[in-house]
């Protein structure tokens, strides 16, 4: 029973981390409104398993990009500028990585305990949902790419992704909305957007690791086993099809699903 949850909290968090709608909202709700109850799939063992499945699945993805960004950013320290488009990425994506850093370091315990009310994680989901709607309508017939990104989009996208440690939020929907408003295309927002989420992500992780070799050594390793593959397997998959979706589709079909599945919260918490 643990190994079949596992799984489908597993599939849900690497469907959920790239696609805008929220896993850590999914992640509280989907075992709230089950009834489920176990230790080990609520403990930081388990969540920093999931994490480094999403963690696989886009650096699998953007393998050829990272390698190129890790050779600019070296090539950049060497130069002692950055003139060329990676060069300049990379510094771009560091830069961006900050805010999120130092709030996700000095908040993330606060907020997550404080807003795991489902009544919140849904006014949440609901607020961005709304939010994605004026986006889309904000697109600009001829958007930039990110070959135009200056500091500023750079620090106001990391900004949206630091607002991301709220449950609801979601940190690809923050951060693709904000690029969005600043003007980019929905594919080179969604781009940047995974990009982004990468240090993040591996920061996290590496900071919780020692969690995860807990878990492994206290018989847990088939559990958690699961629940990276699923989260990797789901997150790579969620990856490329967003990809795909945004360079002909609008963000719309998230943002409806988000306000309909506040509805539903809503519903069921009131039901309860």
Not at 52 to 64: H, K, N, P, Q, S
Not at 90 to 107: D, E
Not at 192 to 215: C, E, R, V
């Amino acid at each position: 029973m643990q190994i079949g949850m596992a799984l489908i909290l597993g599939l849900i968090q690497g469907l959920t981390e790239f696609l805008p709608v929220s896993s850590t909202a999914h992640l509280v709700l989907f075992p709230w409104a089950l009834g489920w109850n176990d230790p080990l799939l609520d403990s930081l063992d388990f969540d920093v398993a999931l994490h480094i499945g999403t963690l696989v699945a886009v650096l699998i993805y953007f393998r050829e990009d990272w390698v190129k960004l890790i050779s600019a950013f070296f090539s950049s320290i060497r130069k002692k500028k950055a003139d060329n488009p990676y060069e300049r990425l990379v510094w771009l994506i560091l830069f961006a990585t900050i805010p999120a850093g130092v709030i996700g370091l000095k908040f993330q315990h606060q907020v997550e305990h404080a807003f795991r009310s489902p009544l919140l994680i849904a006014a949440a989901l609901a607020g961005v949902g709304v939010v994605m709607i004026f986006a889309e309508r904000s697109l600009l017939r001829r958007p930039r790419s990110l070959s135009d990104m200056n500091v500023k989009d750079a620090l106001i996208i990391g900004f949206a992704q630091a607002s991301a440690i709220v449950p609801g939020v979601s940190r690809s929907g923050s951060t693709i909305i904000a690029g969005l408003f600043t003007g980019f295309s929905r594919d080179e927002a969604a781009r940047f957007s995974f990009l982004l989420s990468t240090p993040i992500i591996a920061g996290a992780s590496i900071l919780k690791f020692k969690h995860l070799l807990h878990g492994f050594l206290n018989g847990e390793a088939a559990t958690l086993s699961v629940g990276i593959i699923a989260s990797a397997v789901s997150g790579y998959l969620a990856i490329a099809f967003l990809i795909s979706w945004v360079k002909r589709n609008p963000l719309n079909v998230f943002a409806y699903y988000r306000i309909a599945l506040a509805v539903g919260i809503a519903a069921l918490y009131l039901a309860k």
